[in-house]
């Protein structure tokens, strides 16, 4: 496995619980997902001004793929 490919399975994992306790905290679905949805584009958009990183729409598609995942299983 690449250093990449555990990179997104570490965003895949740490979205996905960090929604599902959202979840579980606020007993609703959407405004978890838009809320910790929100949370990841920022996350993303800090990026862009981090020396030494850089923004990108894939990680970003992983992190809402893991939201939504931490979701379904709360």
Excluded: K, N
Aim: charged share 10%.
């Amino acid at each position: 496995m690449t250093e990449y490919s555990l990179l997104l399975l570490a965003h895949l994992v740490l979205f996905a619980g960090f929604g599902a306790v959202l979840c579980f905290a606020w007993r609703r679905f959407w405004p978890t997902v838009v809320f910790a949805g929100l949370y990841a584009a920022i996350d993303e958009l800090h990026q862009h001004w981090t020396p030494g990183r850089q923004t990108s729409a894939g990680d970003f598609a992983v992190d809402v793929a893991g939201i939504g995942l931490g979701t379904l299983l709360c």
